[in-house]
Nanobody
Framework: QVRLVQSGGGSVQPGDSLRLSCTASGRMLSNYGVAWFRQAPGKERLFVAGISRNSLYTYYTDAVKGRFTISRDKDKNTVYLQMNNLKPEDTAIYYC????????????????????WGLGTRVTVSS
């Protein structure tokens, strides 16, 4: 059983920063590729960022590249999404997701490749 606890969301103004956390229990996150997805109201859930199980590779959707950073803290069994210079279009529910698959590149973009999902945390960016 994998349990994922997400935190760090909130309501902020454009240009502000947030750091989302995804902390796992029951399994070691080092055994999984991890991604963040987001879903805006009335929209499909879309890939945001991914990190390989060994943390050697990271992937970002173009909309967040240069602003968001995905990282791991092995000791805390946690994956983070540091979000800087937030924009209104970043408003969404953010979900972390785990995959047992060995993947690379665009494979991280596909929801179907993930085995476990967090419950999501809300991020609202508005002036």
């Amino acid at each position: 059983q994998v349990r994922l606890v997400q935190s760090g969301g909130g309501s902020v103004q454009p240009g502000d920063s947030l750091r989302l956390s995804c902390t796992a229990s029951g399994r070691m996150l080092s055994n999984y590729g991890v991604a963040w997805f987001r879903q805006a109201p009335g929209k499909e859930r879309l890939f945001v960022a991914g990190i390989s199980r060994n943390s050697l590779y990271t992937y970002y959707t173009d909309a967040v590249k240069g602003r968001f950073t995905i990282s791991r803290d092995k000791d805390k069994n946690t994956v983070y999404l540091q979000m800087n210079n937030l924009k209104p279009e970043d408003t969404a529910i953010y979900y972390c997701a785990l995959t047992i698959r060995f993947m690379g590149g665009r494979d991280y973009d596909s929801e179907k490749n993930y085995d476990h999902w967090g419950l999501g945390t809300r991020v609202t960016v508005s002036s």
